[in-house]
């Protein structure tokens, strides 16, 4: 099945970090824009974070600027995610996708070659 893997995630005490990495399965990242998606319990799903196909351009959350960055390796047919400064309120499923332009409205995106998530809980 062609979609989009999320791994990485697991628990971690606010404050503290995790990377997580989207892999394509039958599927070559390198010529997408990748964004990364999470929803939360009870929540509507959610933009974070999103990388152009050239990895020159890069979006985020206003709730997750400063903390959390993009960066792609196409070579390793991989976007990852590292996420800082964790707190309890990133506690959520995260997925990748890939989106269509227009990219300005990425976190409004239908995405596409949806995967597994993977859950990411910020506890102490």
């Known amino acids: 099945q062609v979609q989009l893997v999320a791994s990485g995630g697991g628990l971690v005490q606010p404050g503290g970090s995790l990377r997580l990495s989207c892999t394509g399965s039958?599927?070559?990242?390198?010529?997408?824009?990748i964004g990364w998606f999470r929803q939360a319990p009870g929540k509507a799903r959610e933009g974070v974070s999103l990388?152009?196909?050239?990895?020159?351009?890069?979006y985020y959350a206003d709730s997750v600027k400063g903390r959390f960055t993009i960066t792609r390796d196409d070579a390793e047919n991989t976007v990852y995610l590292q996420m800082n400064s964790l707190k309890p309120e990133d506690t959520a499923v995260y997925y990748c996708?890939?989106?269509?332009?227009?990219?300005?409205?990425?976190?409004?995106?239908?995405?596409?070659?949806w995967g597994p998530g993977t859950q990411v809980t910020v506890s102490s």
């Open positions: 996708a890939a989106v269509y332009p227009p990219l300005e409205n990425w976190a409004k995106s239908s995405g596409d070659y």
């Open positions: 039958r599927f070559r990242l390198q010529y997408y824009a």
């Open positions: 990388i152009d196909s050239s990895g020159s351009t890069t």
